[in-house]
């Protein structure tokens, strides 16, 4: 779960970066092959996860214009805001699971969680995936420091949060820079940080987030700005995405079970082993 300061332009913000990433994954989505190829590598990689469907590429009728794909049935996941608890954290869990199973075990992150991309089944409440478009390869040394910097959190380390930021691509960052940017990693690994149940976000109002978001801003326009790294915006996109349909669901889960079942036994050498084969099988 990363955080949105991208989304704060003027001078706390160098956004060059963001409009050449935003750019070149815009175009890859006009190109229904590759997200057939997309398609193919997440039903990969999620292959194990029971809670998680993906429908399968009809090849021969599939061309760079036109994607076509196998039915899944499903239901919008609006219909599951009002179940029991029960109900609701399943689905928030199935969600956590298929966007975060990629990202740590395989660097790849599908970052589109609009509410169209996505179904739940019927009966189990398991998870269908959609839409292929916008999906982001991460080299495995950035998810080592999206995971470090969890640790640096959690340890109040501010050494090892340089490393991480500096890790994803951040540069020439000051001390005070780094303070402010501790800020709102402080506020979005919060729920990871806790090891029990607990909803997304205890507060059940975006007024905190805002304001969070609103010092930051204030603060790093003070102190310079920062330039974030081009791969950032896709991974920030995703957290947001998902953070709102947790708030819909107003789930109740032990998300840092759920994440130190993913990174506990994570590294970088057998993560970039597994990327290159899934990405070679799926013809990327």
Not at 117 to 123: A, E, Q, S, W
């Amino acid at each position: 779960m990363i955080f949105g300061i991208y989304a704060a332009y003027d001078r706390a913000i160098d956004t060059s970066n963001i409009h050449e990433e935003l750019t070149e994954r815009l175009r890859e989505e006009l190109d229904y092959q590759r997200e057939g190829r997309h398609m193919a590598l997440y039903g990969r990689m999620l292959a194990d996860e029971a809670g998680v469907h993906v429908p399968d590429v009809v090849s021969d009728l599939t061309t760079k214009r036109l994607l076509t794909m196998g039915w899944l049935d499903g239901e919008r996941i609006l219909t599951r805001v009002e179940a029991p608890l029960e109900v609701r954290n399943q689905v928030a869990m199935n969600m956590f699971r298929a966007w975060y199973v990629p990202f740590y075990s395989y660097g790849v992150i599908h970052g589109d969680p609009h509410l169209g991309n996505y179904t739940v089944r019927p009966g189990d409440h398991s998870i269908n995936l959609l839409d292929f478009g916008c999906i982001r390869v991460f080299p495995p040394h950035m998810v080592k420091g999206v995971i470090d910097l969890y640790h640096a959190i959690d340890r109040d380390d501010e050494e090892m949060a340089v490393e991480a930021y500096g890790t994803w691509g951040f540069t020439n960052l000051t001390k005070e820079a780094v303070a402010v940017l501790n800020i709102w990693a402080r506020f979005i690994y919060a729920p990871l940080l806790e090891n029990r149940a607990r909803a997304i976000d205890e507060t059940n109002s975006g007024t905190y987030g805002r304001e969070v978001a609103e010092k930051v801003h204030a603060e790093l326009k003070r102190v310079g700005g920062v330039t974030p790294p081009r791969e950032f915006v896709l991974m920030d996109r995703a957290a947001i995405g998902l953070g709102s349909v947790f708030l819909h669901l107003k789930a109740e889960v032990n998300w840092h079970r759920l994440f130190h079942d993913l990174v506990e036994d994570f590294d970088v050498a057998t993560m970039a082993r597994r990327q290159a084969e899934a990405l070679t099988a799926a013809g990327l």
